[in-house]
């Protein structure tokens, strides 16, 4: 992964659909912490992309590591795959391009450097494992030394079921990113509550906890600024699932969110994105409004 431009930079010599990144993504043969990590990343800067030397400065370390971790997946990729990556300008082997495409020099701020983001088909992958991921319960298996014979067998089990509990770990925390990042599209960053388009203080909220595929749908969140999200959170203001209006609990009405009583939310452009009814239903009979 090298930041200075070279003419052939577009070009992998295998094709990995989405679905086959979805399965290496799960994999810790071929992707290991790290190289989870960095594909969370990359994911996040998506889609202006990002130079290996910034990505480098910002995981402080140094740049080789960052090619280091990306050559070596691709590397087991393309052994998974009995194939052979595409020679480079050296006559070595180019690695780099298997996970990431380079943005066009005309696209880049800095001409001189490579601007790298994930492959689309990567990119989406990794977003729909988060989704799947995140519904699954994270348990620690509890196995019990029986035997010295058995030992190694059993603590090779454990340390199985402890790289598991950090992948689910990592899917469950990843899956917050993509959640919130779904969801600041659709409402075009902005609280849907308050019309408050400073992203920092943007949560994702989902509308009801509960596991299941509806926990993981836009229908099932909303964009609202860091203190809304506590009220909805407490039952201390919902919304009406008849006209998407804004129903502030009774005790808070003489106060500054008062002012927000009766107003409708700003909904997502495609109605498809709307919030469920019938999750704002059940959001407003908990909170008894």
Not at 136 to 151: F, G, L, P
């Given at each position: ?147 010295k014979s058995q030992h190694s067998k059993i603590q090779h089990q454990r340390d199985i079921d402890k790289r598991k509990i950090k992948r689910g ?121």
């Amino acid at each position: 992964m090298q930041d200075k431009v070279h003419s052939d930079w577009r070009y992998p010599s295998i094709t990995v659909s989405m679905t086959e990144w979805e399965d290496y993504l799960n994999r810790d043969d071929i992707f290991n912490e790290e190289a989870l990590d960095l594909v969370e990343f990359f994911y996040n800067q998506h889609p202006k992309g990002i130079p290996a030397s910034e990505v480098a400065q910002e995981w402080h370390v140094h740049t080789n590591k960052i090619t280091a971790i990306n050559r070596a997946v691709s590397r087991k990729i393309y052994a998974d795959r009995n194939a052979e990556p595409p020679p480079n300008t050296g006559g070595g082997k180019r690695f780099w391009n298997l996970l990431f495409e380079g943005l066009d020099p005309s696209e880049s701020p800095n001409k001189n450097l490579y601007y790298w983001r994930l492959r689309k088909e990567l990119f989406e992958a990794f977003k729909n494992d988060a989704i799947k991921n995140h519904s699954k319960d994270v348990v620690e298996t509890d196995a019990e030394y029986i035997t010295k014979s058995q030992h190694s067998k059993i603590q090779h089990q454990r340390d199985i079921d402890k790289r598991k509990i950090k992948r689910g770990e990592f899917w469950q925390r990843v899956y917050q990113s993509v959640f919130r990042k779904c969801l600041l599209s659709i409402y075009n960053n902005q609280c849907a509550v308050t019309g408050c388009a400073i992203i920092e203080t943007l949560q994702a909220a989902h509308i009801l906890q509960r596991k299941g595929e509806d926990d993981n749908s836009v229908g099932n969140g909303l964009i609202l600024r860091a203190d809304v999200h506590l009220l909805f959170d407490n039952r201390k203001l919902s919304i009406s699932p008849e006209d998407f209006k804004v129903i502030v609990h009774p005790d808070l009405r003489d106060s500054e969110y008062g002012a927000f009583h009766g107003k409708k939310i700003s909904l997502p452009i495609d109605q498809h994105d709307w919030p469920s009814k019938e999750a704002l239903r059940a959001h407003k009979k908990e909170s008894g409004l």
